[in-house]
């Protein structure tokens, strides 16, 4: 009953439980000194907010020493491990440790951007789009925004004190703000170090969002400008013994996104489409990886990464399901929107503006119900799980968006997305065959098990073909894995895709209308009404509880506060520090519960009381992986890594008595580079003393 | 809306629609009459009843000739066609067709029932648990029907019209009504015909609870007595022509389960609970059969079976998800409930024994809710998916059960199931070890998932073994997988068990005690409270409605009414016949869209417009598969098989609109056994020209 009363106060009186993910320029710092007597400064907040790196797969970092060295965790580097690893050399079981910075190694496709300078554009884009109507506003949205972003790049160009910036626009409060959001780019991200993964992942999926915990999830990367080691003076500098039991922590991080403030149908389109779908196909593809990665070494390598990440995925949706069936959710749900409709009721102007926003959004779900299934899979990628497919899709749209004015081009092949697009398709990122007949073929099969075998374009593509045979010729005759042959086509005259013979390319354009045709019926009858409705109820909001509330999380630059605190789990209380001395207690000697020979080897020299991985109040979600964790001077304490069980129902809701973040304790980092893996160069340089060996 | 409408008359006024599976006892005859002019006499009932055959496996068939012919699905036997094939002879493959009786095959563990009688025990089953708490009812109801049962039994032995008969207790009405059903048994089943399995099941799973339809899913059987083919007088005849759209049509037969009589917070548990941890399990293990079986020829014959079955489950799964979270079927079902709970609360006595019945029923599912993943993976063997550790259970508890005087025993080991149990246990079914280990390793890889790696009982199996590791020791080291062996256990001294050394059945011991402590929860604060509080409601729902309503499905033998109709999907009207000629256009030559080389070759001497499979509004469900369809003049029109997708929320209502059963039409199999395979023999026997011939 307690989280029901707490949980009616997020948007009435926000601030009495440690909730919340901030901007950096609506930060709660009055309520944080009330409550924990800590006053944070604009400089502490400018600092920290330089010092913060967001890495575009979809990771936090942050900055550890003013040669460009990010701090971020082991599971946001596993892809760059697994691009950069082959049967003779296995960077993910064995772990990276460049000797000299000559060593190390460049991440494929990894762009890391740090946050310069936010600007609002609420006005411009709400003058752009007013007496429009919903479909119309909606395109018209997306045209500014193209537009708005792509002048701030020209502009920043010129400025002599950042040079040239990505800008990307940021919709908070579900339209209630727009911002363009300035980012310095890393395109040369470098791998230094990485532990051994079987300790990084300890315990694997059965641990995953569990906690007590031993996941010594760390690595190091290296940003480089021109081909040198990058100059960044904003960094964090190291606390080795951690923050206290009870003391006021900070995270600061890109949480992915979170679901709020969505209306009650809108909870209810999750909990009744589209969770149980996700859940109930990637269920059935983890099999597929799981008894494929049984058939060989190599393949088990293979596998390790993208079903680490499927079964990453599986997990957090099951909790959101769970989430979304628990009574007491929808209860308060409907009681905060009841709240609110009453509130716009009983005036009549908001009435006027948003009286009928929820039914709007009602109506453009039930809508979405209809389509759902053939735009997941024409359109949003279940149909056609291909690597190779995705480089033949964003070639034949590339071909066809970029030839078009930026504003009228779908929005992913606007300039401002166009060097993340091209960093994707063209990195040297392996394509295993096997690996791509299994998830096109599944993919194909799910397409016809959902669409049906007479739907028309099932027929077309499996008339002669089963999904097996299918996938396994488009894959074997495509020349789509070599880099060089996707470069080609992406550099060169757009006839060339047009004309291609190449049969995943054409796989590409023959579904590319049916595709577009229902992600226009989605933008023009889902999107453009939600956008509208939205956009009504978050000025209603505002207007009714003014601006001291917090957004929707969208992959943009937030700050969390809290406290260093476990939780009681079924009336046992559970301690917020976990120590190395457990960990071995725990290893049974078979994966995922096997501990690196050189660990082993160690036992007897390490102290088995050095805390390892710890929990705290902080409110964050996935995309917070890897963020910084600061004390009140903001020195590193620690890095974020995962939340427990119940954390996964952050989606919906922060719940002050379960809701735990866990972190990767300083003390442990310093003793594997130290005195496991013998990485004094890093210790030094993390450490303020080898600054200068550069 | 108009589904609510007569959905609600499901209790107050039955009949209107086609709905119902309806005891032969208690057959609404002067609906029937009054809605279709149909006339049923006793003997008419009398003589299709004894024409019904209860499969054990969980199907239905009919009696098609004098000397034990059976006709069922082709789905029906796919167990036995398995249990008989190897990787030379591949039976569901290739099909089997006994030239004479003699090649008739037997078939390992099949068992068929023919209800000879029925006797209600209502009075003495309730006079036994008068006054008791519910805990001590709950448990000596049981003894009371293990009494009633081995008495019955025995008593049958002195019958000479009958000869000895199987007795077992049957709950109808949710506990309103105890029966004793008294069986014929047949343990001598062999295989006479069965088609190729890609055009008895043609279009797989894409295709499966779809309509239109063409799935030549028959089958036959002979059920053999002393060695000879038994004399059965009661049989059906087969109308060549079968029954005309918009004709009565009967189906007679055994469906599995429903639960349209739960209570809102019974289906809100499995809304919650039990279907989607059913989904996203047996989806991941999909995953694992479907890619293991693609590693060879023979891994894909052995996975076959199995994988439709889990298949078949899955897609019935997914149907009730959906029909659970459809907003409807819980309006309707909370005003239901709402009606009946006000009229009990109208009379004082009613609301005296039956007023808080629902919430007791609450409160037990909230228990149920918290022990559910524990009953479900120790007890109710998702946490041990092994034939091997189930002969090892079986063999365990039936040492300790059988030791006990017959009415203290675990129910499954009462005396009355101890031959199906032995008939399973001691049948020369295959065992492959490389799928065993894949099943039991995946289940214990989720009985550390869903319980957690610190539990205690997953401490002690995998303290140092992975599931992949203590898999492959059990089930290669144990000697269970010879029927010889267990049946020397089966049969000897107990304490054999007690001290063996095989390690499936040291497994099935050293989980024996905490399974059995769930299941005594389970059973005493659970089911107890479910069984006291559902008697009260059927007591006060008869005697409120009266007694003309049907019981939920309790794979006892049931008829239910109805015609020959297709229904309207999406506006478009589904013609209620398909025939031949568009089965050949269909074909991709692909699995499971292939056609045999046999149908290939016949097309140009065949009848494209043989009619093939049609649909129906008889209110069926699983279970049903198999049987008979008949006309007013009681003759076989055909064998239901399926039923479309809409059937599948058949399990909680009837939609008049929608819900169709799908059968084989007659002309298709003697096409099929006349023209295609050359069967006359068969032929004559069904058209009663060779009946004589024994």
Known sequence: MRKLVLG??????????????????????????????????????????????????GCTGSFVSPDGL?????????????????????????????????????CPSEIISVLVDTEEITSQVNASTAGLSKEQANAVRKQTLSRLEAGCAEKSQENR??????????????????????????????????????????????DNFN???????????????????????????????????????????????TSRLLTVDQLAFQRDTSTSSYLIRNSELRGRLTQWGKTGGEQLRIIQDPLNRLENGLKAYRGLQRALLDERLFS????????????????????????????????????????????LFLESGAGFNSKLFDYARVLVRGAAERGKPNEQRLREYSESNLPKLAASLLGATPVYPDLEQLTFSFSLDKLRETLGPDDPIVRRLLNKESPESLAEQ?????????????????????????????????????????????????????????????????????????????????????????????????????????????????????????????????????????????????DIVGGNSGSPVVDAQGRLVGLAFDGNIHSIAGSYWYDPDKNRATAVHPAIVLTALREVYGAHALVQEIMGKGASAQ
């Open 474 to 618: 488009l894959v074997t005759h495509t020349m789509l894995a070599d880099p060089a042959v996707r470069k080609t086509l992406w550099d060169g005259d757009p006839r060339a895709i047009a004309q291609s013979n190449d049969p995943m390319i054409a796989l590409a354009r023959e579904v590319d209308a049916e595709a577009r045709a229902v992600r226009r019926i989605y933008e023009d009858e889902v999107q453009a009404s939600v956008a509208a409705a939205q956009e009504k109820i978050a000025k209603a909001r505002f207007s009714l509880y003014g601006a001291n509330i917090y957004p929707d999380a969208a992959f943009t630059l937030r700050l969390s506060y809290g406290i260093v605190e476990g939780w009681v789990e079924k009336g046992k209380s559970i301690a917020p520090f976990t120590t190395l001395g457990r960990l071995y207690e725990r290893a049974t000697g078979r994966a995922p519960f096997r501990l690196p020979q050189v660990w082993l080897d160690a036992r007897e020299e390490l102290n088995p009381d050095t805390p390892f991985n710890y929990a705290t109040t902080n």
């Open 211 to 257: 906690f007590p915990r031993w996941c010594l999830d760390f690595s190091l990367l290296r940003v480089y400008q021109d081909g040198k080691p990058a100059r960044t003076p904003h960094y964090l500098r190291l606390r080795p013994a951690g923050a206290r039991a009870g003391e006021p922590v900070f995270v600061a991080g890109h949480p992915g996104n």
């Open 8 to 57: 009616l106060c997020l948007i009435a009186q926000p601030g009495l439980a440690d909730e919340g993910m901030w901007t950096f320029d609506n930060f709660p710092t009055a309520q944080v000194k009330q409550k924990y007597g800590v006053e944070l400064s604009d400089a502490w907040l400018k600092r920290l907010q330089r010092s913060v790196t967001r890495h575009e797969s």
């Open 70 to 106: 990010v701090l971020t965790n082991h599971h946001c580097v596993m892809a760059c491990l697994a691009k950069l690893s082959s049967e003779q050399d296995d960077l993910v079981e064995n772990g990276f440790h460049a000797a000299t910075r000559a060593n190390e190694r460049r």
């Open 332 to 375: 308060q749900k409907k009681a905060q929107e009841a709240d609110l409709r009453r509130r716009v009721a009983g005036s009549a102007e908001l009435a006027r503006e948003a009286g009928a926003a929820w039914d709007e959004i009602a109506a453009a779900q039930e809508r979405y119900r209809q389509i759902y299934d053939r735009y």
């Open 161 to 206: 004190a950042t040079g040239p910036l990505a800008c990307e626009s940021v919709s908070l409060y579900q339209g209630g703000q727009y911002f363009l959001y300035k980012y310095k780019r890393y395109e040369d991200v470098r791998l230094a170090f990485a532990p051994h993964e079987s300790i990084a992942a300890f315990g694997g999926d059965p």
